[in-house]
């Protein structure tokens, strides 16, 4: 299984940005998560969402700007940016795991949680 993040960049306070990951292999059964990493701070959990669309979780840093979403179709995975802020700036990884759907809110949040990851995407975002 490989899941390769693309889509990042740098951008303006304010602006938005839509980062995807498509996994190869069989993850369609699995939750996939998007993560993110500053310089100097640990990985943090940004939003989380069931094998079925039906079911997403959010950090509450990102809720009510972020949306993640999944096209089974393509096997790939969203995470829309928008009202990007300063503190957004990291590298964000997307990452699948075999987390069943009532279990998200409790354990999704865990990066221990997830078997796979991908190599993660840079943005930065300026004021």
């Known amino acids: 299984v490989q899941l390769q993040a693309s889509g990042g960049g740098l951008v303006q306070a304010g602006g938005s940005l839509r980062l995807s990951c498509t996994a190869s292999?069989?993850?369609?059964?699995?939750?996939k998560a998007w993560f993110r990493q500053a310089p100097g701070k640990e990985r943090e959990f940004v939003a989380s969402?069931?094998?079925?669309?039906?079911?997403?979780d959010y950090a509450a840093s990102v809720k009510g700007r972020f949306t993640i979403s999944r096209d089974s179709a393509k096997n790939t995975v969203y995470l829309l940016m928008n009202s990007l802020k300063p503190e957004d700036t990291a590298v964000y990884s997307c990452?699948?795991?075999?987390?069943?759907?009532?279990?998200?809110?409790?354990?999704?949040?865990?990066?221990?949680?997830?078997?796979?990851w991908g190599q993660g995407t840079q943005v930065t975002v300026s004021s």
């Open positions: 969402i069931s094998s079925n669309g039906g079911t997403a």
């Open positions: 292999g069989r993850t369609l059964s699995y939750t």
């Open positions: 990452a699948a795991g075999p987390i069943a759907a009532p279990f998200i809110v409790l354990v999704a949040r865990c990066k221990y949680e997830y078997d796979y």
